[in-house]
């Protein structure tokens, strides 16, 4: 999987190594879609983090870093 990893922040797409990968809902208003979420680590600067998608409305978020 390639994200822009906020961390980096060099405008460029960073491999990352899936560590964990979850499926659920979201939730928006009155629609429900699925995501997937996923904790990964950028294999550039070896800092862990989360990546949220929810496919069906093309929407990515990330939270970094992730602290144990």
Do not use: W
Not at 14 to 25: A, I, R, W, Y
Not at 30 to 45: G, H, P, R, T
């Amino acid at each position: 999987m390639e994200i822009e990893c906020p961390i980096c922040d060099d405008g460029k797409l960073h491999e990352v190594e899936v560590l964990e990968e979850k499926k659920g809902k979201f939730k928006r208003r009155n629609a429900e879609f699925d995501a997937e979420v996923y904790i990964v680590v950028c294999k550039d600067c070896g800092t862990k983090g989360i990546v949220r998608r929810v496919r069906q409305i093309n929407m990515e978020s990330y939270e970094f870093p992730l602290e144990d």
